[in-house]
């Protein structure tokens, strides 16, 4: 569709990775199969958006953010839209799908980590130092540590997307000594290591998406990161309904209508979160690469997307986002 044909839009995609395609492409196809209307922003198009809808000339009524974490050519209209969410008219605003602010918020796992303690969500027992930066000799000694066990986790609170500078098998005090220089301005997390049960042959361990009031849980292998759906059959056989519960509290701490957390069961039956908020899900489909997620959970997310942002524009009068940028 040209970039002038239309001017108002009822659901505004932002994506920069290659590897989003499959889910971009199938989001908005399901969404005009629905009868939405679609406007995809990406690389070539960002400053021309930004400039129109600073103009008052481009609107959207809902805006779904998958680029500004890892491209600040995203961020100013990221921000905007944050703004707007958060002061326009109810009629004349625009929705966003994991706001800037609340994205940014929920990535800090310092943060989560007390914010889930304060809600009695059980996570593991964790040691939070500051940044190698603000304090490069930190009070603590291997007694400490010694609260955690051994082996331990080693993770920094803001830099872990895709495991980034986590290690997995910390067993002293030098190993954090040493861990916390790569990321020299952020805090670090020491945790202990959480051991699953197992299920039959599968360690029960999930990876469980929120979308949209929607619970998705699928099994997920913290080595191979390999998914299954968990089926209802499955939450019967392993009582494994408290996962849909304590996901549902987390949506409570962050407030993002879309995101997954990885929770463990441990042998005697203790549900961790072991991993808090992943606020931007990698959602490579299962049929593209062996460690997607299963194309059924992806169409459970999309049709949930897409019911809310219907449900948004049915909501709203004559769409508009008038904005001094």
Known sequence: MPETEHKKFDFAIAWNWEYDKDFIDRIEYLAQENGLSTYIIHPGNIHYVTEQVKENKLFFR???DRASDIDEDFEPFAKFSMQSELNRHPHHRITV????????????KATMH??????????PYTIIISSFRDEPAPKLTDEQLS???????IKPANTTGGGIGVVLDAQSLNDVLEARQHYEDDKYLLQEL????????????????YAFGKVIPCWWDDISHIYEPVTPEDEEKYNLHELRSITKKIYKVCRLHF????????????FVVVDYVNEMC???????????VPNESVDQIIHAMIDYVETEKNRMLPVGMPMNL
């Open 62 to 64: 809902v805006f779904l």
């Open 97 to 108: 799908i994991n706001p800037y602010d609340l994205m940014h918020r929920a990535a800090d």
């Open 114 to 123: 007390l914010e889930f303690l304060t809600y009695d969500i059980e996570v």
């Open 147 to 153: 609260v955690i066990g051994k082996p331990f986790i």
């Open 194 to 209: 959480i051991k699953p049960v197992y299920h039959g042959h599968r360690k029960a361990w999930f990876r469980v998406f």
């Open 259 to 270: 995101f997954s957390t990885e929770i463990a069961t441990t042998i005697n039956h203790r």
């Open 282 to 292: 990698d959602m490579r489909f299962k049929s593209a690469t062996p460690d997607g």
